[in-house]
């Protein structure tokens, strides 16, 4: 009977979508998620979740870049977010993986901070509510 | 001329040579702070503001206050939103803190030689925003060439603890110079 309501539960939890995608992230994450969720169904009514395979687009997309040509989030981060990255001034980045590096994706204040500064580098305007999401679930699933 | 120049080298840097090594052991405390002033033409302070660390930190060598005038930290803090063509922008607390740092301990603002050298490099009229635009780095790199800047390792001229290995430490020693060959 206790398997049988932990594993209801577990289905009620996993197939209810928002919790699930929010449960990868720390009580602190979590709430900055669903913040930018409420944001994203303000934009657009038929917003349905956030996906971490539009993440993965957004991540990989190149945009036109005055000083390299070309740049896309991994420029920096490079395909294997596993990986150290480098910034173009000759940084070392720690990866961006939570599966390789448990600070990533913990501190709200360091998140707001990166996407902003980042999709503006990368996008050369900010992200929306939707395109956030989207990359932080495309990231917090490496 | 040129000998003259030879032999007041000679003699600084002999002079620099018999220096007590014992006074650098201390680099990481507080209380050397008077005497690495001492030894002015050889080392600057070691960064020690966090939030400079942390921000500025996380993307490019944290280059010390002491490298630039205050007039110059102020129009870099102040155009963060391109930052050499990066986008930088911080939350206005975090910015004037940093500011803060870095114009209370800026070129004009300290006695290290180096510094006072670097403020004499420069015109009054001009605001630089790089280091490596100085005219006291310029002849201090004249024997570097442009592609040697460029190799992988290095990437550009202001990667300085690329080949100033104890660069973080203030120490940009020509003898601690190690130039990476890739």
Same mark, same amino acid.
């Given at each position: 009977m206790k398997i049988l309501l932990t594993l209801t539960a577990f289905w009620l939890f996993a197939s209810s979508g928002v919790s699930f995608s929010a449960s990868r992230f720390n009580p602190e994450m979590t709430a900055f998620v669903e913040g930018l969720e409420k944001q994203a169904h303000k934009d657009d009514s038929s917003f349905k979740g956030f996906d971490a395979e539009r993440g993965r687009k957004i991540f990989f997309e190149e945009h036109p870049n005055e000083k390299l040509g070309k740049i896309s989030c991994?420029?920096?981060?490079?395909?294997?977010?596993?990986n150290q990255g480098k910034t173009t001034a000759g940084k070392a980045i720690e990866p961006l993986a939570p599966s390789a590096n448990?600070?990533?994706?913990?501190n709200v204040k360091d998140v707001e901070k990166w996407l902003l500064r980042n999709f503006k580098q990368v996008l050369n305007r900010e992200g929306t509510a939707h395109e956030k999401g989207d990359a932080l679930m495309f990231i917090s699933s490496q | 001329m040129k000998t003259v120049y030879s032999v007041m080298l000679i003699f600084l840097l002999t002079a620099l040579a018999v220096a007590?090594? %014992?006074?650098? !052991?201390?680099?990481? /405390? /507080?209380?050397?702070k008077k005497e690495k002033r001492w030894f002015s033409s050889k080392t600057l302070g070691q960064v020690n503001n966090a939030a400079y660390l942390k921000e500025c930190g996380a993307c490019h060598f944290a280059y010390q206050?002491?490298?630039?005038p205050g007039r110059s930290w102020e129009k870099i803090m102040n155009t963060l939103d391109n930052h050499f063509g990066d986008n930088a922008a911080l939350d206005k607390a975090t910015a004037s803190e940093i500011l803060n740092y870095l114009v209370s301990n800026s070129a004009e603002n300290i006695s290290y030689k180096k510094s006072r050298k670097i403020m004499s490099s420069l015109p009054d009229s001009e605001t630089t925003l790089?280091?490596?635009?100085?005219a006291y780095f310029i002849r201090k790199h004249h024997e570097v060439s442009a592609s040697v800047f460029k190799r992988k390792s290095i990437?550009?001229?202001? %990667?300085?603890? !690329?080949? /100033?290995? %104890?660069a973080d430490k203030g120490d940009y020693d020509e003898h601690g110079v190690t130039i990476p060959r890739n």
């Open positions: 991994a420029t920096c981060h490079t395909s294997n977010l596993k448990s600070k990533r994706l913990t | 007590p090594q %014992n006074s650098f !052991a201390d680099d990481d /405390h /507080h209380g050397g206050p002491e490298l630039l790089r280091i490596t635009e100085t990437g550009f001229a202001g %990667n300085c603890i !690329a080949c /100033h290995t %104890n």
